[in-house]
């Protein structure tokens, strides 16, 4: 049989609960991270039907150190920049690919990456290309980073030490001391990086995010992606024009990708005008947050994050995907988080807050919750 050893793995993947596959959009959406409704808002589609009429090209033709560069990009990434308080911004075709290009290249031999043991699977493949030396830390614990920096150093550790974290967490929902990971920051001269993916627009100050204090900081580089409450795809990275300039010149995911949409980058400017503009957005999604924690405490007796990231732990694989299966039954779409992406033992639901919910509609869900742990436990 062709492709043999694919199928014995995919076999062991069933056989702990662990195959996936792609399903479509069903059922209300407890899921996506459009936590702002603006992907598939009016204003967008206006916002992509004007930049068509206008003459926006959809695709960019090469890579934007050829001929893919276009005004677009540049007038994004002029608007985010001052729009998040960056000294510039540098505009990429997916959050993924712009942190992988961040701990690929930024990072030389000598230096010290210290990341948040839950941090972005992103930052591991970039991890994976660097020159440096990494290690994981425990999960949002400041003073095991500042003990493992000062161990560093009194080793002879003469580089840049670099601090990876994120400010809302994919899976957890919790958030780091921001001011206590800048202290240790500076304490050491270190580089903080920090993955707003999941704050972007939905959190901060005209939602910019909680590290919106921090930017323009030279030692503080940002992530910023579109693809979730902004509500279209790609991401910057937030840094000083030196970073900017090293990234374009070293980082292999920049340089050899094909630009991203023009098109896109016309629409996801005025996605930072809505979320900017349009603060009932954030406040509804606020509302909402509060909501389902009273009723995740009422109906199933847990604690819910303090984020619109709520994850309810479920232990076993397969139990984690047949609850969520029975929820899917009843219309609700939810998934079932399993390991790798999450730590052995801590498969899960994660249930994703979105400004288009209703109160009654998450009521519902905890209610079914409820239910389906009671009768599959």
Not at 304 to 329: C, F, N
Request: glycine share 8%; proline share 4%; with cysteine.
């Amino acid at each position: 049989m062709r492709y043999h050893e694919f199928a014995t793995q995919l076999g062991e993947l069933k056989e702990r609960g662990r195959f996936r596959q792609l399903r479509a959009r069903a059922g209300i959406d407890f899921t996506s991270n459009d936590y702002l409704g603006l992907a598939e808002s009016d204003e967008l589609r206006r916002a992509a039907t004007e930049a068509i009429a206008r003459g926006v090209p959809v695709g960019a033709g090469g890579s934007r150190l050829l001929r893919g560069n276009h005004a677009e990009h540049e007038a994004l990434e002029a608007e985010a920049a001052c729009h998040f308080g960056a000294e510039t911004a540098l505009y990429f075709g997916a959050g993924y690919t712009a942190n992988h290009a961040i701990f690929s290249t930024l990072p030389q031999r000598g230096d010290l990456v210290l990341y948040d043991a839950l941090v972005h699977a992103s930052v591991h493949e970039g991890l994976r290309h660097c020159r440096a030396t990494h290690d994981a830390v425990l999960h949002n614990d400041t003073g095991a980073f500042d003990a493992k920096l000062t161990q560093w150093r009194k080793a002879g550790g003469r580089g840049r030490p670099w601090i990876a974290i994120e400010s809302v967490y994919s899976m957890d929902g919790d958030s780091p001391d921001l001011a206590e990971f800048i202290a240790v920051a500076d304490r050491h001269d270190a580089t903080l990086v920090i993955d707003e993916a999941h704050a972007t627009g939905a959190l901060g100050p005209d939602g910019r995010g909680l590290a919106a204090r921090l930017e323009g900081r030279d030692n503080v580089i940002t992530l910023h992606t579109c693809g979730k409450a902004l509500g279209t795809s790609g991401g910057f990275v937030l840094a000083p024009g030196i970073v900017r300039d090293f990234l374009v010149n070293r980082a292999r995911p920049f340089i050899f990708a094909t630009a991203p949409s023009p098109l896109i980058a016309a629409v996801t400017r005025a996605a930072l005008a809505l979320s900017r503009d349009q603060p009932d957005r954030r406040e509804r999604l606020a509302q909402l947050v509060a909501h389902a924690a009273r009723e995740l405490k009422a109906r199933c007796g847990l604690d819910a994050s303090p984020s619109h990231i709520l994850p309810i732990i479920i232990g076993p694989d397969a139990r984690a995907v047949a609850v969520a299966t029975a929820l899917q039954a009843q219309g609700f779409d939810v998934r079932a988080i399993r390991p790798p992406t999450v730590p052995e033992g801590t498969a899960r639901l994660r249930i994703a807050l979105t400004a288009r919910l209703s109160e009654t509609m998450i009521s519902e869900l905890f209610d079914a919750t409820a239910d389906a742990l009671r009768r599959l436990s």
